[in-house]
């Protein structure tokens, strides 16, 4: 692991260049490889803005090392619609540094992270359970037929306890 530390970049979307580049590495791997992802489609995708998504990339020295899409809110928390460490930064840290990053950002602001893993990517699912996500369903043929995904989980703040009403207190007193 590189003793220089990342630092992270929000943005709304990406540059055709920086998106087409990113793209190029990620569908050249699994699993955007096997799940039929090409580079121009992804390459879209990291362009393409809207008000619930923010991109955030982890730079190292100038360079890239990986990024992360957020949105939220969904479904009372914030959703990792893409996880990516680039292949030359695998292995020192980047992914367990990005996750902390967005759960110390997210935290206060809801109370769940979520992220679907497929389930032929055993490594990711194995990194994601390290770091303390739980899987919470399997989604048959989402992405493509033959293939699963896996919803997981990880609660980052309690729900706040809601008061319950006591049998002495009439509806009027409990401000029903």
């Not at 793209?23 to 992804?42: E, I, K, M, Q, V």
């Not at 896996?150 to 980052?156: A, D, N, Q, Y």
């Amino acid at each position: 692991m590189s003793s220089d530390p990342l630092e992270f970049i929000a943005c709304d979307a990406l540059g055709a260049g920086e998106a087409q580049t990113i793209a190029a590495s990620l569908a050249a791997g699994d699993p955007w490889r096997t799940l039929g992802y090409g580079a121009d489609a992804l390459a879209r995708g990291l362009q393409l803005t809207h008000p619930d998504l923010t991109r955030y990339l982890a730079v190292r020295n100038g360079a890239i090392q990986g990024l992360v899409v957020i949105r939220h809110p969904w479904l009372r928390g914030a959703y990792i619609e893409l996880f990516a460490v680039l292949p030359g930064a695998q292995g020192q840290g980047v992914g367990r540094a990005v996750l902390t990053f967005i759960e110390r950002t997210y935290r206060g602001r809801t109370s769940n992270l979520w992220l679907l893993v497929s389930g032929f990517n055993s490594g990711a699912r194995a990194f994601y359970e390290k770091q303390g996500f739980r899987p919470v369903g399997l989604l048959t043929d989402l992405v493509i037929a033959g293939q699963d995904e896996v919803l997981m989980r990880k609660v980052i703040q309690a729900h706040p306890t809601p008061s319950r009403r006591t049998p002495s207190a009439s509806p009027a007193e409990q401000g029903d």
